[in-house]
């Protein structure tokens, strides 16, 4: 038995093109938004930490900060972290791995120091 992370098979990588963003949902039940910023694809929670509006149904702002629509919060789409009220806990980060043309997931979240929220 290995000890290296699980991955699951999420979408085809054509079905993110630069600036969208595509809500997943992984094996653990866990929802999971995917993004391309700038042709890099990346994975952070679906879940707004404010009050649980899809990220997914956000926007993917130029500077790699991901906007709930609902009330405006904004996370870095790279590192979770809040950017801007009313959100004050950071999204998680999923690790993620492109193999053939498929974008894949790890199942869980990496472990990150917390962040500091803006003032
Ligand atoms: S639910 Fe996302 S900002 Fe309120």
């Known amino acids: 038995m290995s000890d290296a992370p699980q991955f ?3 979408a ?3 079905q993110l093109s630069v600036g969208t963003l595509l809500g997943v949902t992984l094996p653990t039940g866990a929802a ?3 993004y391309n910023h700038r042709g ?3 994975a952070v929670g679906d879940v707004c930490t404010h009050a ?3 990220m997914s ?3 993917l702002h130029a500077d790699g900060t991901l906007e709930c629509v609902w009330h ?3 996370f870095d789409c790279r590192t979770g972290a809040v950017r801007r009220h009313p959100a004050s806990a950071p999204l998680p980060v999923y690790p993620v791995r492109i193999e053939d043309g498929r974008v ?3 199942v869980t979240p990496e472990e990150r120091p917390p962040a500091p929220v803006p003032s």
């Open 8 to 10: 699951a098979n999420v």
């Open 12 to 14: 085809a990588l054509d």
């Open 32 to 34: 999971v938004c995917l």
């Open 40 to 42: 890099t694809i990346g």
């Open 52 to 54: 649980a509006f899809l």
């Open 57 to 59: 149904d956000g926007v």
């Open 72 to 74: 405006g919060a904004r």
């Open 104 to 106: 894949l997931v790890g």
